[in-house]
């Protein structure tokens, strides 16, 4: 970091007593009463659940909750593993585990299997996760025409604009606006990869990660320069451990090429599901609790320490190498967009798709049949369920896309038992800064256990969450609101 941070200190200090947070507090110049309260808010810091957990994602939930959890000591919130699902983990001295066939792996070692994935543009044939074997599959070309000369800054923001590349974590909000506006402002300028991935039903950016990190990195890269940013930070959930690990491994390998054109780190995120929302996100990276802040002003003007920050998804700059090696014209009459799909198909994983494609053939692609399905979760937690299986898969229509899960539940499933883990999981994940979102949270647990179908008083629940201060309150009721709509057409 440019300026010290509390997290990595911390990080380094564990297990933690009064008196080490006082001397991490000391070194990075913060008050007491601010490190004890980031001590307090982040789960790693607070000590972390011990025994064997069940991941409490969506498919678990379809899968005979109540069963599974007599399996294990406790619970522990979705880590992208939908398409294993259910699944377990084990938290052991220190130590933790994905419980797999043949014995558990430690997170340090697991990645998502590499057979899950489907596609050839964002996807590689194979694992690509030593330099040289990236170049032979044509990597690096735009970073080098940039490095030559060959390609202007400009030139980079002008191929994203006529693409139409629009951001993919979720907001869909078009790239280059946020590249141009982040160059107006003053340098220092930064660049921030929110690889933070915590919206049940999502494994594509956890994929990426694990698989293919140089194109990730070489999309970074190329945006970094493209805003004149001076630094690069990698923010990615504390959890993937295994991605973490082989970044830091790409981004070394970068280096002794001489291709690390701007100084890049990995950062371990908070670890929170609030930390995927861009502004809590720059909260945690300055040592601070994670919690949104007020906008305007917005990243691109005032962002980490201050300074102009281009934050963006991992698939969002994923896409930039590809935009400048088929050209956007190309790229955009073939558009490619990862889809996490999970539950109730014959083959769950993650399929590159055309944008637009129709729900169903993407279900069909993973080897579901539509018609036997009671409904699909489109979008995560912060989704939509829905039965419009003609509905196209593409930003700005009637549906929220979200970062593009997709959980679908066959006829015996009870979606009551999937929508109160998404309830719960709201719950327990409101930072509570604002009013709305922690109150609305609660009692929307609370109507969701007693099954309650008023839709006064779920149009009330909703008018109390949209006065959010984030997405996260904002879009809590949504999966409740549209599960009462599929009930009543069914």
Not at 20 to 39: I, M, N, S
Not at 129 to 144: D, H, I, N, S
Not at 295 to 311: A, I, S
Not at 460 to 480: E, F, K, N, P, V
Request: with cysteine.
């Amino acid at each position: 970091m440019e300026k010290p941070s509390l997290l990595p200190l911390l990080d380094r200090l564990l297990p933690l007593d009064e008196a080490k947070v006082a001397e991490a507090a000391r070194l990075v110049g913060v008050p007491l009463a601010q490190a004890f309260g980031v001590v307090a808010y982040y789960p790693r810091y607070r000590g972390l659940p011990q025994g064997r957990l069940l991941v409490d994602d969506p498919v678990a939930r379809a899968r005979g909750f109540a069963r599974l959890r007599q399996e294990a000591e406790g619970t522990y919130p979705p880590l992208g593993l939908e398409a294993l699902s259910p699944i377990y983990l084990r938290f052991q001295n220190g130590e933790r585990f994905v419980e797999v066939e043949g014995g558990p792996v430690p997170f340090a070692e697991f990645r998502l299997p590499f057979s899950l994935a489907h596609g050839k543009r964002l996807i590689p044939p194979e694992p690509v996760l030593e330099l040289p074997a990236y170049r032979a599959l044509g990597g690096l070309k735009g970073l080098f025409a940039l490095q030559k000369g060959h390609l202007t800054p400009e030139g980079v923001m002008a191929a994203v604009e006529k693409a139409g590349l629009l951001g993919r974590g979720g907001a869909a909000f078009p790239t280059h606006l946020k590249m141009r506006a982040v160059v107006r402002g003053e340098a220092p300028r930064y660049l921030v990869v929110n690889a933070d991935e915590s919206e049940p039903g999502n494994f594509k950016d956890r994929f990426l990660l694990e698989h293919h990190p140089f194109l990730l990195l070489e999309g970074a890269l190329l945006a970094a320069l493209a805003v004149g940013a001076t630094r690069v930070y990698l923010y990615v959930r504390e959890e993937f451990q295994a991605a973490i690990l082989g970044l830091e491994k790409a981004v070394e390998a970068l280096r002794e090429a001489g291709l690390l054109l701007i100084p890049t780190e990995v950062f371990r995120s908070g670890g929170l599901y609030i930390c995927g929302e861009e502004t809590a996100l720059l909260e945690s990276m300055e040592g601070k609790r994670a919690e949104p802040r007020l906008k305007p002003p917005f990243p691109v003007e005032k962002g980490l320490w201050g300074r102009p920050t281009l934050v963006q998804n991992v698939e969002t700059l994923a896409n930039l190498p590809l935009i400048l090696r088929e050209g956007p014209e190309a790229w955009r009459a073939q558009e490619p967009k990862l889809f996490s799909i999970s539950g109730d198909v014959a083959a769950p994983g993650l399929y590159e798709l055309i944008m637009g494609t129709p729900l169903e053939e993407a279900l069909l692609r993973a080897g579901g049949e539509p018609q036997e399905l009671k409904a699909v979760l489109l979008g995560g937690a912060a989704g939509v369920f829905t039965r419009d299986f003609a509905f196209p898969l593409r930003f700005k229509e009637k549906l929220p896309l979200g970062a593009g899960a997709i959980v679908a539940f066959g006829r015996g499933v009870d979606l009551w038992e999937v929508l109160l883990g998404l309830a719960h999981f709201f719950q327990e994940e409101s930072c509570g800064k604002c009013f709305p979102c922690p109150l609305g949270t609660t009692v929307q647990l609370e109507l969701v256990k007693r099954r309650e179908r008023n839709r006064d008083l779920v149009a009330d629940l909703a008018q109390t969450l949209r006065g959010s201060l984030c997405g996260l309150g904002q879009s809590a009721y949504w999966a409740y609101q549209s599960l009462l709509e599929v009930e009543g057409a069914a």
